[in-house]
């Protein structure tokens, strides 16, 4: 979801790319308190996708509307079906502080791995990707989905992701760079524990494949990078 929030801010002009928020470890906004793992220091916004910083998207939160971000949500078809599966639930109306949105917080707006993998090949394309379908149930016709962002944007979400993939929270998924992965991780409160995912496109420089990977339990650290670097490290990848 702070995919979601970064495009927001980078095409509504919100705030400069180049705006920076100290990450002390934690933030006290509207009377909640967000935190962060470990201190990230001063980012800016590439910088804050790739270290999936609460503290910065927290405080960047203030300058989105609920309603502006499920309009970046619907454009990234986050309300839409996928491959043939009814969309996850999608809110009729925005409800809620902007960070429970931002933070993947909200229970009204929960995608599904369809969905999410969908928006991590529309990001590593730049907007232009073959129908999402069934391998079953090929589409009669070459459909494509198409999603049209600024060239900064699109330049914002990826180095975002590649930097996640090198330094940040996914660092672990592909230590040696064999494929060159751009990737954004992402954990929830899940009842009394967490539940986590990854999503992801590679090769970065020249993207062909995507994938989204749910764990049902434990961080993305702990959890949903260790699962995925098994998946993708243990497969050969056509180029």
Avoid at 1 to 13: P, Q
Avoid at 173 to 179: A, S
Avoid at 214 to 232: C, D, I, M, N, Y
């Amino acid at each position: 979801m702070k995919l979601v929030a970064a495009c927001a801010i980078s095409e509504d002009h919100l705030l400069s790319p180049e705006t920076t928020f100290d990450c002390t470890g934690s933030v006290t906004v509207n009377h909640k308190t967000y935190h962060c793992q470990k201190p990230h220091g001063r980012l800016d916004l590439i910088h804050a996708i790739g270290m999936s910083c609460n503290v910065y998207f927290a405080q960047a939160a203030e300058s989105i509307s609920p309603n502006l971000f499920l309009q970046h949500a619907k454009a990234f078809l986050l309300n839409e079906p996928a491959c043939g599966r009814a969309s996850g639930p999608f809110p009729e109306k925005a409800e809620g502080l902007p960070q429970s949105y931002v933070l993947g917080l909200n229970d009204t707006f929960k995608p599904h791995a369809l969905q999410l993998l969908r928006m991590a090949a529309l990001i590593g394309s730049a907007g232009d990707i073959p129908l999402l379908h069934s391998a079953e149930s090929p589409p009669d016709s070459p459909q494509r989905t198409h999603l049209q962002l600024s060239s900064g944007t699109w330049k914002i979400l990826q180095q975002g992701m590649i930097i996640a993939s090198q330094n940040g929270t996914a660092k672990n998924l592909d230590p040696e760079n064999k494929l060159h992965i751009a990737a954004k991780t992402g954990t929830a409160p899940h009842g009394n524990t967490f539940q986590s995912w990854v999503v992801g496109f590679f090769p970065y420089d020249k993207p062909r494949y995507s994938f989204c990977l749910r764990a049902s339990s434990g961080t993305s650290q702990e959890s949903a990078v260790p699962q995925a670097h098994k998946f993708l490290l243990a497969s050969d990848w056509p180029t």
